[in-house]
């Protein structure tokens, strides 16, 4: 599915075969919770694995706004509805008030999402990314522990965070129908960095060693260090660690051709019509290209 609600549009991506592996071995659980840093590689692993699989998903990128149990409902119902044979033919009702029976408010977009769910004939994965714009005393986080706590025989669910969300599901139920990638799962190893760089700028096994160093194996790290490369053409230059706020800044300086900059590291104005990701959405804090980083 393309659109709004289609997974992100991913090209030349590394794959990441230890975790492919990790996602199929669990791939009978229904909740999946990938958690890690900015610029970690949640959103492109979820999406390459999913174009991998040939799986059939939805994809929402929460905001704010999705605190509120009605906004989030909307939001999800509507996706939900666009899909190809899983609403209602245009023009007709798709949840008709009778169905809901005397429920009111959270409880009733609920129910009625669940019976949305249920109602689909056919696999479904929903990826919830940014969801760390859910407060944990909100409606719409609610909303979602309730869901996740329901037992679907057919759809998955892919949670996508910065930080691990409290949500409340019992610890059997988890054991048995959830699965976790945490940080330190999604970090490169240094067999996946020496792969990354592999036929790159020239650089020769030890220097990958230290690139590994430099960056813990940080996906957007090694997205930074790969720019430094190219326009400069070695590592002699290149700082004891790499940090997401050095790589925000980076970002931000894309965005503005008319802002001189030192490189990602030293003196280099970036010209406007080559910028990486010119023209794409752009992260709301760091205002780097949303799908740039794609490790």
């Known amino acids: 599915m393309t659109g709004p609600y289609g997974p992100p549009h991913i090209t030349d991506v590394l794959r990441r075969p230890r975790l492919f592996s990790l996602l199929d071995r669990y ?11 900015a610029a970690q590689g949640k959103s492109t692993l979820t999406a390459s694995y999913l174009q991998a699989s040939r799986k059939k998903a939805l994809w929402f990128h929460l905001c704010p706004d999705d605190n509120e149990d009605i906004k989030l409902f909307d939001r999800l119902s509507t996706g939900i509805r666009h899909f190809p044979g899983a609403g209602a033919e245009e023009g007709g009702d798709f949840l008709p008030v009778t169905t809901l029976g005397a429920e009111k408010g959270l409880p009733r977009y609920i129910e009625g999402l669940t019976l949305m769910l249920r109602d689909i004939p056919f696999p479904l994965t929903l990826v919830l990314d940014d969801a760390e714009c859910l407060e944990e005393t909100s409606s719409g986080f609610e909303m979602i522990n309730s ?7 057919r759809h998955q669910f892919f949670i996508l965070s910065r930080t691990v969300l409290p949500f409340r ?70 700082p004891e660690r790499v940090s997401s706020a050095r790589l925000c800044t980076y ?33 709301r804090t760091c205002g780097r290209p949303r799908h740039f980083i794609q490790p």
């Open 251 to 283: 970002f931000r300086n894309l965005q503005d051709p008319a802002r001189t900059h030192p490189g990602i590291f030293k003196g280099h104005r970036h010209s406007g019509h080559h910028r990486p990701g010119y023209g794409r959405p752009a992260c």
């Open 27 to 37: 791939a009978h659980r229904q909740n999946f919770f990938i958690t890690g840093q």
């Open 169 to 238: 599901i019992p610890r059997l139920k988890t054991e048995h129908h959830g699965f976790f990638l945490k940080n330190e799962d999604l970090s490169f190893t240094l067999d996946e960095t020496t792969a990354f760089f592999q036929g790159k700028y020239g650089v020769r096994a030890r220097d990958i060693e230290r690139i590994h160093k430099i960056t813990d194996g940080w996906a957007g790290g090694l997205i930074l260090v790969s720019e430094s490369l190219r326009q400069s053409g070695g590592i002699s230059n290149l």
């Open 147 to 153: 869901i996740l706590n329901t037992r679907f025989h």
